[in-house]
């Protein structure tokens, strides 16, 4: 009698990858959050821009103080942004999160169907490997 191959339920592929994609959008919901708590708006010069893979803007306020990190081009360092031009940006004074336009989201519709997602998908896929294992065991 030829021997049974395991199957894999496909649903376990889900899990991994929700899961970084929650760990991506995770990182973006908390610079959003960080400059929701403790950002400062303010007026910006473009001091200079690099559009060699995505688009990336260093600032600096129109008092002289630098803005770091730089404005990415998600963030509103858009093609037609160039050197000396004003924006008015939400930075944080402490630096750890990164500027924006104030535009941005914060994905939080999104990283719940993520998190939802991944739940039901790897319950159901370990429902059906389970059984599968069962099934093979018993030969």
Sequence with gaps: ??????????????????????????????????LADRGVSADAVVVSADYSSTN???????????ISPSLSESDGCRDSTSKGDEL??????????SPDDGRTSSHGVLLTTLFGA?????????????RWDRAYDGV
């Design 118 to 130: 991944a739940v039901v998908m790897g319950t159901w896929g370990g429902v059906r490997q389970s």
């Design 88 to 97: 008015r940006v939400r930075y944080d004074p402490e630096g750890v999160a």
């Design 56 to 66: 990336h803007c260093e600032l600096r306020t129109v008092d002289g103080q630098d």
């Design 1 to 34: 009698m030829p021997r049974k191959k395991r199957k894999v339920a496909w649903q376990l592929i889900v899990p991994p990858i929700a899961g970084v994609a929650l760990g991506v959008l995770g990182t973006v919901a908390g610079g959003a959050t960080a």
